[in-house]
């Protein structure tokens, strides 16, 4: 059974993840993630001794796993890796859209403010990356694509991904998403079946 401390710890680091989204991490101080979660003004210290750093690297965690459970979901769900990748990024093209813009990936903003300010939350950041290159890259291996081309690809799939989530939250269209899909979509699938077709 969850414990209140156990709940009120989860939900101060789903009000930073989601203020991160929205105010950056330099923008988002600790009254306000107290304010959002509506916990006792002492519980970030309580639960988070180390204060702001250690409550981002939380959120950070939390949307590693966000992500990475996403990527499950659209393997599970799709016919091959590159319907899974196209599944993958369309539901993150619902979650950018649906909130006007304002949410994106929190890896990515904390890597960009903090990455050469933090080495524990450059780590965190880096950890969360690799929790979604690594289930991709195994999605392409089960697909034939050797080991060392499986990371790379994956690698860059995740990349562009990023990219395109910053883009479109500048430009306030999903254009840059779709043709994101699109392109990753087609560079899976034309290698999945160049392999197919040398076996």
């Known amino acids: ?13 789903e009000s930073m993840l989601e203020l991160i989204q929205t105010s950056g991490y330099s923008g988002t101080g600790l009254n306000a993630v107290i304010e959002h979660a509506a916990a006792p ?3 970030i210290y309580f639960h988070f001794p180390d204060g702001k ?8 965690e939390l949307a590693g796993k966000e992500f990475e459970t996403l990527i499950a979901e659209a393997a599970v769900s799709a016919g091959g890796a590159a319907e899974a990748a196209r599944a993958a990024i369309e539901a993150l093209t619902t979650i950018v859209s649906e909130s006007n813009f304002r949410l994106g990936c929190p890896v990515s ?45 994956a690698t860059v799939v995740v990349s562009t991904i990023e990219g395109a989530v910053i883009v479109s939250r500048a430009m306030q269209s999903t254009q840059p998403l779709i043709a994101a899909a699109d392109v990753v979509a087609e560079l ?3 290698r999945c079946q160049t392999i ?3 076996r």
């Open 1 to 13: 059974m969850t414990s209140k401390g156990d709940l009120t710890k989860a939900r101060l680091a």
């Open 41 to 43: 003004k002492g519980s």
């Open 53 to 60: 750093e250690g409550l981002g690297v939380a959120a950070v």
């Open 109 to 153: 903003v904390v890597t960009l403010e903090m990455g050469a300010e933090s080495e524990r939350l450059r780590q965190a950041c880096a950890t969360a990356f690799e929790s979604w290159i690594a289930p991709t890259a195994a999605l392409l291996e089960a697909s034939g694509v050797d080991a060392g081309e499986a990371r790379s690809l």
């Open 188 to 190: 899976v699938n034309q």
């Open 196 to 198: 197919g077709s040398t």
